[in-house]
């Protein structure tokens, strides 16, 4: 929460901030929050108060700004259905789920950017999810009948 600057990622003029697989959410300020000169990639900005967002290119993504998805390809403008347990994991049934651009990095265990912020793997599922955490796969239920 910023009360008189930027809340969440401000970038000047001069050099345009990149942000793959991050969450940007939450953020309240009377200038700009959310983002601003950035370009998303497998990225989600989401419920911001504030300035509008200001984002320069955008692939893969989930943000309120992104309407026009041929500008913007294989983004999605809809809410990312956030746990509401202040986690900002995705619930099963994000439209965020598996629907980010596969990287190399992100399936090579040497690499530290291969697992998301809980340090799970960053593909769990058929594919990445948006956002800086990977929802799990590995949920079921077991049926002993005896």
Known sequence: DASGGAGGVYSNDKSLARLVNCTVVSNKSSSCAGVRHCELINSIVWDNTGAAS?????TNSCCKALADTEKYPGCITEDPRFYDDGSWTLRLRSP????????????????????????????????PDMGCYERQTKIGTTIIVK
């Open 54 to 58: 200001t984002v320069t290119a955008a």
């Open 96 to 127: 965020c789920k598996d629907t980010a651009m596969p990287f190399k990095w992100m399936t090579n265990p040497a690499n530290a950017r291969s697992k998301d912020l809980a340090g799970n793997d960053r593909v769990a599922g058929a594919g």
